[in-house]
């Protein structure tokens, strides 16, 4: 079946670092991705999104990269605080498919 | 941004039980909600797409008549577990989407433990 992946399942950095969280997909046909941020035992929270018409989208210290031909997706975050400590998934939405299919998801660790 | 409510955060419920799962979008009309389940240290699976008046769209390997989704307004689906077992134990994530193309939301989630 279709999936989306990622390369570090545990990422661990210092505050005030940049942080960049990976995502391989595997859909060509993916037209729009998301990423989101999940602390424990809540729902995912939206971060920022990006068609398949852009490579680039930045919002408030966080930049989304899409690398097309590759099939690569990252998330960066810059500046990273402690209150960033969660678990990011990268989710696609397939194009003439109207549901998200989530990664396996990205543990992000700040140590202040 | 948009505010997806589930009640009840957590239930506990005895085996061969059904339970009701509560989904609704707050402040936009929701033409389709999602279904997700989570497992401890794992990502969120699909399990079923609903559109309001319609039947659910189940994802493969998901019982319908044992996970029964009711979409019968704008604002509000439900997610019944039937004969619920311990294996049944997840966290149900919802998320609700006002048209296609356009940002979904997700709600906080509902724990299920069954005894």
Known sequence: GESVGLHLP???VQ???NSIINCAYSNSASDYFIWY??????????IIDIRSNMDKRQ???VTVLLNKT????SLQIAATQ???SAVYFCAENIRGFQKLVFGTGTRLLVSP | ???????PSWVICKS???VKIECRSLDFQATTMFWYRQFPKQSLMLMATSNEGSKATYEQGVEKDKFLINHASLTLSTLTVTSAHPEDSSFYICSAQLNSGNTIYFGEGSWLTVV
């Not at chain 1, 590759?70 to 997706?73: P, T």
């Not at chain 2, 941004?1 to 009640?7: D, I, K, L, P, W």
């Open chain 1, 10 to 12: 545990t990422l661990s």
């Open chain 1, 15 to 17: 505050e005030g670092d």
């Open chain 1, 37 to 46: 941020k999940q602390e424990s035992g809540k729902g995912p929270q939206f």
């Open chain 1, 59 to 61: 919002g408030q210290r």
């Open chain 1, 70 to 73: 590759v099939k690569h997706l």
């Open chain 1, 82 to 84: 402690p209150g960033d």
């Open chain 2, 1 to 7: 941004g948009a505010v997806v409510s589930q009640h």
């Open chain 2, 16 to 18: 061969g039980t059904s």
